[in-house]
């Protein structure tokens, strides 16, 4: 019966574990942007360097994670490179260096790419008007990226958040763990507590990365003005 | 002999020379340019005008020859391009505006963040040079929402605002509706008229005339003719620049 399995979620402490699940999730996603965006933006600036070393190495790392699914990559950090220095990382911590490498490997395309769909005078117009390479940079090219790149960046950022729920492959508890944990420990005498607690945690990431979007838009249409 | 003749010598040009990989672009231009001179340099397309411009504020490095600003050398390696781009106003073909900035911001960028003036005293400067070229009432307008020649002549103040020594336009009406060339030449006009030392590149025969002291007509990299405006449309001496003059002849 439908109506009676909504009580599971807050059965005992059920709610009160699903939010500490939540907040893994959330921290892993918020440091990982955070940490991403600061990486992806520097590595995408010096990009447009014109050293091939350089282009090349970053878009090596680019590839080289695009190419390999973040899952192989959360295995080949928490179960190789451990042992194979003999070192232990703790699951979030090797999260936190996956999904930040991963981020940033992204955000340095999408910022490269903003800085190359800028017109080219607008370097030349600065330079003419004394301003450095530098202060061209900051004060007119990267001002205008960052309008250019809100979008994908936020795309980028909500891909995160979502994208966290493969830590439980490495043994931390998300907010997708301790749903399941709770659906089997429940199942016996709540037959619909899957749906239930899926369809919780569905409205969590809702009301996660809808403000993202939300917030995009509205600073998306403030600069329209 | 004109006017400007007397005055002090602002800009010297000897022997530039300026390849593109191997290709020859510049090919021994001497030019001098007197404060207060309109030049005018005329020349079919691709003969090295807009190059000679940028040449002038570091935009395209040289190979050979000199340039002398107010007796500084622009040659020198270990030149800084900073100051005296702040005395070489330049206006492109393209009106780059920055499009993220107001009217107002585009033009006190240069002189609030490079020439560190204080803001009260630019502002003013500003809003007096937007009532001279009539676009006062667009101070806050955003580029998207200016007409070209609106936007050609906010380029023109915000180069103007920097207080330069001599102004620089390269084809500034070439990517403009005919409609609108009028508006720019005006202001460019009014400047001639103030005594701005300026090199004008353009195509528009009937402007030149009216604006040149001399008329530079350059020709594959070489300097052909700089002559008066008058000798140059009635009478001009070389036969490529009666060929030049010819397509506009219809």
Known sequence: MLNSGISVLVEGINLQRLMLGLAVTVRIALISIILGSLLGVFIGLIRSSKSKVIGFICRFYLEVFRIIPVLVWLFIIYFGVTNLLNIHLDGEVVALIVFSLWGAAEMSDIVRGALESLPKHQMESGLALGLSFWEVYRYILIPQAVRRMLPGAINLSTRMVKTTSLVVMIGVIDVVKVGQQIIERSVLKTPTASFWIYGLIFVLYFIVCYPLSKWSKNLEAKWEN | ?250
Not at chain 2, 31 to 38: M, Q, R, S, Y
Not at chain 2, 64 to 80: E, M, P, R, W
């Open chain 2, 1 to 250: 002999m004109t006017i400007a003749e007397n005055q002090p010598v602002l800009l010297e040009i000897k022997e530039l020379h300026k390849e593109y990989d191997g290709a020859t672009v510049l090919d021994g231009i001497d030019l001098t340019v007197h404060k207060g001179e309109v030049v005018v340099v005329l020349g079919p397309s691709g003969c090295g005008k807009s190059t000679l411009l940028r040449c002038l504020n570091g935009l395209e490095n040289v190979q050979g020859g000199s340039i002398h600003l107010a007796g500084q050398n622009l040659t020198d390696k270990t030149v800084d391009w900073k100051p005296v781009r702040q005395q070489v106003g330049m206006v492109f073909q393209n009106y780059d505006l920055f499009s993220h900035m107001t009217v107002l911001e585009n033009v006190l960028l240069g002189p609030v963040k490079v020439q560190r003036r204080a803001k009260k005293e630019a502002l003013e400067q500003a809003e007096q040079l937007l009532k001279r070229v009539g676009l006062y009432d667009r101070k806050d307008a955003y580029p998207r929402q200016l007409s070209g020649g609106q936007k050609q002549r906010i380029a023109i103040v915000r180069a103007l605002c920097m207080n330069p020594q001599i102004m620089l336009f390269d084809e500034v009406t070439a990517a403009l509706d005919p409609e609108m060339v009028r508006e720019v030449l005006d202001v460019i006009l009014g400047l001639a008229a103030q005594g701005m030392t300026m090199i004008i590149v353009t195509h528009e025969m009937g402007f030149a005339k009216a604006v040149a002291d001399r008329i530079v007509f350059i020709d594959a990299g070489k300097i052909c003719e700089v002559v008066t405006p008058d000798e140059f449309f009635t009478n001009p001496k070389t036969e490529r620049a009666k060929q030049f003059l010819n397509i506009f002849q219809y």
